[in-house]
């Protein structure tokens, strides 16, 4: 009888470590797994220095569907953009963004960022095709800008960004 006892005794602290062990492994492979394991520590308020912060990437909004489509068919490979500083600070060589509608978005890779001291300078010295492929040889790219009704929309800097998609 005391024989039997130490074996149920024994199989109960067994049956424990196992618990102890199977649990140890779920939570190791959690953090690896999940969106615990790389956000977890921030989600809770604190830093951890052995991880780089997380940066999200950079969005360029773009109202019009027909350019996103180019884009995700690799035809649009030049978007020209006001130089605002979100632009001048985000848009760098070998960075991927993000270029959105309200419906979806394209991640794209910038290949080259050019400034010019104008949209007229830019539109004269780029392919106007790679901007807006599929527009008519009548009309005028300026129409097809994304920028504010500004008269004076030609006096401002603009950027040529070189995108291949991505991801």
């Keep these: 009888m005391n024989f039997d006892l130490d074996c149920d005794v024994l199989l109960i602290f067994l049956s424990l470590i196992l618990l102890l062990v199977i649990i140890f492994v779920a939570r190791l492979l959690y953090k690896k797994y999940t969106i615990g394991g790389i956000m977890g520590s921030f989600e809770r308020g604190v830093k951890d220095p052995s991880r780089p912060p997380i940066k999200r990437p950079a969005t360029l909004k773009m109202n019009d569907d027909r350019w996103l489509?180019?884009?995700?068919?690799?035809?649009?490979?030049?978007?020209?953009?006001?130089?605002?500083?979100?632009?001048?600070?985000?848009?760098?060589?070998?960075?991927?963004?993000?270029?959105?509608?309200?419906?979806?978005?394209?991640?794209?890779?910038?290949?080259?960022?050019?400034?010019?001291?104008?949209?007229?300078?830019?539109?004269?010295?780029?392919?106007?095709?790679?901007?807006?492929?599929?527009?008519?040889?009548?009309?005028?790219?300026?129409?097809?800008?994304?920028?504010?009704?500004?008269?004076?929309?030609?006096?401002?800097?603009?950027?040529?960004?070189?995108?291949k998609k991505c991801c």
């Design 69 to 163: 489509k180019q884009i995700e068919a690799g035809k649009k490979t030049i978007e020209p953009r006001k130089a605002t500083d979100y632009a001048k600070n985000n848009m760098t060589e070998g960075s991927i963004i993000l270029i959105q509608n309200t419906e979806r978005f394209v991640p794209v890779k910038i290949e080259k960022v050019t400034s010019y001291k104008s949209l007229s300078d830019l539109l004269a010295k780029e392919d106007v095709k790679k901007m807006f492929p599929g527009i008519k040889d009548s009309e005028d790219p300026m129409q097809f800008v994304n920028v504010t009704n500004d008269p004076n929309i030609d006096d401002n800097e603009f950027l040529s960004i070189h995108i």
